[in-house]
């Protein structure tokens, strides 16, 4: 059994069953949540260390990476079944959606740098944090996360069915009889 109904036969029927009907979102949603740790520990590697008064920039190199490792992750398994195009195809069209995604997670990071002006010595150091957090971290990968998800499934990987899924393991129903113990002579015998 796959790692996937493994995991979804820990929960509730009618959740496993809401979430077995939306496996490639759940799958994205899954790719997005790594990618995000991916995003953040680079973002803030690089803003501890060598881009410390550079927090744009270190978060658009955190997320260009970030979207590489998103690629093969996505491509292999949260849209495995979808394609119809050539593979440059497919990866020129990636490049740009997430080129345009890059965009989007910074611009709220830059807006409340360069615009409201939330950066030392105008705000203190921690109100910094917690905006650059706030509008870069939050914002604005929520911004990118949904137009990515759009994006994918209309433009980078518009066919369903394409390439051929592994079969699927069905959960039978929970509520179904459970034969009855043996009773006390059929016992003995063993």
Not at 20 to 45: D, P, W
Request: hydrophobic letters at 45%; charged letters at 15%; glycine letters at 6%.
């Amino acid at each position: 059994m796959r790692l996937t109904d493994r995991t979804l036969n820990l929960l509730p029927e009618q959740v496993a069953s809401l979430l077995r009907k939306r496996r490639e979102t759940v799958k994205f949603i899954i790719v997005g949540g790594f990618c995000y740790v991916v995003s953040l520990v680079l973002n803030y590697g690089l803003r501890l260390t060598v881009m410390e008064h550079k927090p744009v920039t270190a978060l658009t190199i955190a997320n260009v990476i970030a979207t590489v490792v998103s690629y093969f992750l996505n491509r292999e398994w949260s849209f495995r079944t979808r394609g119809g195009r050539r593979r440059h195809h497919e990866m020129l069209l990636y490049t740009v959606v997430n080129g345009i995604g890059v965009a989007l997670n910074s611009a709220p990071l830059w807006v409340a740098q360069y615009i409201f002006g939330l950066h030392t010595p105008n705000v203190s150091s921690a109100v910094e944090e917690v905006s650059d957090f706030v509008f870069g971290m939050v914002i604005g990968v929520a911004v990118a996360m949904v137009f990515r998800l759009w994006a994918y499934r209309v433009w980078v990987f518009p066919h369903d069915d394409v390439r051929p899924a592994p079969k699927r393991y069905e959960v039978p129903s929970q509520t179904a009889s459970v034969p009855a113990p043996s009773s006390a002579s059929d016992t003995s015998n063993a």
